[in-house]
């Protein structure tokens, strides 16, 4: 066991972190996140430095890096910046549908522009009436002469409106018994934007606000039967697949964002003085700092095992969970503690980690909420109960 990163790891995150550093601003964060905008001059800068999907082939414009990689890259990210770290992050999240499930003329059509910046991608499973639970769905496909028809509404879709394609969870077996046989994949090109596929921005929300959150409405669009990812019935399988490693990438995410709160709390705890002393010097101030430490520290060891055991081919549902649940968790109570390190000034944006407080709530809710990740590590506690 090495608990070290090797050269080539601490490379990467060396570079991550310089491009970071150098690039994201938190005065731009806050202009764009009033203006709902994607930072795509940095997201594009940041895949012609290969750090957009860098697990994906080189064939296909990636680095062929591990998942292990990927994570340490996305923590640097959301460190620096919250907001754009997480945007940047979420835009070329479904590629792991396309690079797990898709066929070569897919994978070229699709995850070469993800990797080279050019396109912007998003996953469309919750519904209005299925969020949790997606062992159903009421958007339907049906296969008729060589392409599909599909009618219904997706909800709550990152990137809904900025994005080049849509990885849609549907019914194509209406009759299956039970229903999650009976689903497929389809991508949904943005050329199809149109009478009948719409996209409606959902509005303002909490955080994560440069990407945005959007309805898709499908009314009868036909979608070419080459746009089935793998397998007709797949799908739901496929989701599941994808879930195992895009969960350990949320919580990298997680680690990111509360290891940035705490990096601006510290700061300023060795800075602001009240009873003539640095806050820094008051043991209950070094215990807050303490806890967070230990949470952030362990929250990484997860998502790194998690990520390690992927790498090498070992499929485990419960670190997955373990990694997710934890690291969502503690960033949640990390970014509050770091506020609360501010007093009043915490409360206001010019200091910046507010905005980090408001961007961790949604790593509780997005890629499986916080509950059903226990139900998954509770079950596989008790196997066959
Ligand atoms: C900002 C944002 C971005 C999102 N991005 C995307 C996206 O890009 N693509 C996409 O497809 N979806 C996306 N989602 C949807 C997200 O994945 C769902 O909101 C989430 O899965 C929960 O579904 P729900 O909101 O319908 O809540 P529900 O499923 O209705 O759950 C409500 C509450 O009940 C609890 N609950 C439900 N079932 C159980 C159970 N069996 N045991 C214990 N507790 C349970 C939940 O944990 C939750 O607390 C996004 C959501 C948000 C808010």
Redesign the pocket.
């Known amino acids: 066991m090495n608990f070290e990163l090797n050269q080539s790891q601490k490379a990467i995150v060396n570079a991550a972190r310089e491009f970071a550093t150098k690039e994201f601003d938190s005065e731009l964060a806050y202009e764009l996140e009033k203006k709902h905008e994607f930072p795509m001059e940095i997201y594009k800068k940041a895949a012609k430095l290969g750090f957009v999907a860098p697990y994906v082939d080189e064939a296909y414009g990636g680095d062929g890096l591990g998942i292990l990689e990927n994570a340490m890259i996305v923590e640097e990210f959301c460190k620096a910046d919250s907001s754009i770290g997480l945007a940047i992050d979420?835009a070329s999240?479904p590629c792991k549908f396309l690079y797990r499930f898709g066929n070569h003329d897919q994978n070229e059509r699709y995850l070469s522009k993800i990797t080279s910046g050019e396109f912007g991608a998003?996953?469309?499973?919750?519904e209005?009436d299925?969020?949790?639970?997606?062992t159903q769905m009421d958007t339907v496909a049906i296969k008729n002469n060589g392409s599909y028809r599909l009618s219904g509404n997706?909800?709550?879709?990152?990137?809904?409106t900025i994005a080049d394609f849509y990885t849609v969870?549907c019914q194509t077996d209406p009759d299956a018994s039970p229903k999650y046989k009976g689903m497929s994949i389809l991508i949904v090109d943005r050329d199809m934007i149109g009478k009948r596929f719409q996209v409606n921005e959902l509005g303002e929300?909490m955080?994560?606000r440069l990407?945005s959150?959007a309805e898709l409405v499908f009314d009868d669009l036909e979608v070419p039967e080459e746009n089935l990812l793998g397998k007709p019935g797949r799908g739901f399988y496929q989701a599941m697949g994808f879930f195992e490693e895009s969960k350990i990438e949320i919580a990298a995410q997680a680690v990111g964002v509360a290891q940035g709160a705490f990096d601006l709390a510290y700061q300023y705890a060795k800075e602001r003085k009240q009873f003539d002393k640095p806050i820094a010097c008051f043991q209950s101030m070094q215990h807050k700092f303490v806890d967070m430490y230990l949470k952030i520290e362990n929250a990484r060891h997860l998502v790194h095992k998690a990520a390690f055991k992927f790498d090498q081919g070992q499929r485990d549902h419960r670190a997955a969970a373990m990694a997710k649940y934890y690291a969502a968790n503690i960033a949640n109570e990390v970014t509050y503690d770091a506020l609360q390190v501010f007093g009043g000034y915490g409360y206001f944006q010019e200091y910046k980690v507010e905005r980090y407080y408001r961007d961790a709530r949604?790593l509780s809710?997005?890629?499986?909420?916080?509950?059903?990740q226990?139900?998954i590590i509770g079950t596989s506690l008790f196997p066959g109960l």
């Open positions: 979420l999240l998003a996953i469309a499973l919750t209005p299925h969020g949790s639970d997606i997706k909800t709550f879709i990152t990137n809904g969870l929300k955080g994560i990407t959150s949604i809710i997005y890629e499986g909420t916080a509950e059903i226990k139900n």
